[in-house]
C-alpha cells in the first residue's frame, strides 16, 4: 500500500483545491491531507475559515482517506504518525523538492516528493479570487 500525504491550507474550498487532492490520490492507494494550523501560516493571509472548519471540509471529501491538522511546533511531527511514501505538492505551494527531500532524509524518511503542473484553470480556483470576487459584489451593493 502506497501513502500518500497531500498538504495546505484548504481555506474555502474550491475546485481547484478538489483537483490537487485528486492528482495526488493517484499516486497511491492511501491519501492523508495535513491541513495547515492557523498560527503557522505565514506565507500568505491568515485564514478565513478556521482550522478546525477547514479540517471538517476536507474529512468530507471523498476522495480523503485521512485527513488530520498539522503541527505548531514542527511540521514534520505528523509524518511520524503517518509514514508518507509520497508527498505531493501542489503547483503554488512554496516548498522546494528537492530542500524537502533532502529535510525528510536527515529525519530518516524515506519519502519522495513530487509536484504537480499547474491545475486547469477556472475562473475561481483560488481561495484569495474568490475573496476577491465577494469583496467586488458587496462594493457594488453599497
Same mark, same amino acid.
Given at each position: 500500500?502506497?501513502?500518500?500525504?497531500?498538504?495546505?491550507?484548504?481555506?474555502?474550498?474550491?475546485?481547484?483545491?478538489?483537483?490537487?487532492?485528486?492528482?495526488?490520490?493517484?499516486?497511491?492507494?492511501?491519501?492523508?491531507?495535513?491541513?495547515?494550523?492557523?498560527?503557522?501560516?505565514?506565507?500568505?493571509?491568515?485564514?478565513?475559515?478556521?482550522?478546525?472548519?477547514?479540517?471538517?471540509? #476536507?474529512?468530507? =471529501?471523498?476522495?480523503?482517506?485521512?485527513?488530520? %491538522?498539522? !503541527?505548531?511546533?514542527?511540521?514534520? $511531527?505528523?509524518?511520524? *504518525?503517518?509514514?508518507?511514501?509520497?508527498?505531493?505538492?501542489?503547483?503554488?505551494?512554496?516548498?522546494?523538492?528537492?530542500?524537502?527531500?533532502?529535510?525528510?532524509?536527515?529525519?530518516?524518511?524515506?519519502?519522495? #516528493?513530487?509536484? =504537480?503542473?499547474?491545475?486547469?484553470?477556472?475562473? %475561481?480556483? !483560488?481561495?484569495?479570487?474568490?475573496? $476577491?470576487?465577494?469583496? *467586488?459584489?458587496?462594493?457594488?451593493?453599497?
Amino acid at each position: 500500500m502506497t501513502r500518500i500525504l497531500a498538504t495546505g491550507t484548504f481555506d474555502i474550498l474550491h475546485p481547484g483545491h478538489l483537483y490537487y487532492l485528486e492528482q495526488a490520490r493517484k499516486y497511491g492507494n492511501e491519501l492523508y491531507v495535513l491541513v495547515a494550523r492557523d498560527s503557522t501560516i505565514e506565507h500568505k493571509p491568515k485564514p478565513i475559515v478556521p482550522e478546525k472548519q477547514r479540517l471538517e471540509m #476536507v474529512k468530507a =471529501l471523498r476522495v480523503v482517506d485521512h485527513a488530520l %491538522l498539522g !503541527s505548531e511546533e514542527d511540521m514534520f $511531527k505528523p509524518l511520524k *504518525e503517518v509514514q508518507p511514501d509520497i508527498i505531493v505538492l501542489g503547483h503554488d505551494q512554496v516548498f522546494d523538492e528537492k530542500e524537502l527531500e533532502d529535510k525528510l532524509q536527515k529525519r530518516g524518511f524515506n519519502t519522495k #516528493v513530487v509536484r =504537480l503542473g499547474k491545475p486547469h484553470q477556472c475562473t %475561481l480556483c !483560488s481561495s484569495g479570487r474568490i475573496i $476577491k470576487r465577494i469583496l *467586488e459584489r458587496k462594493r457594488t451593493e453599497l
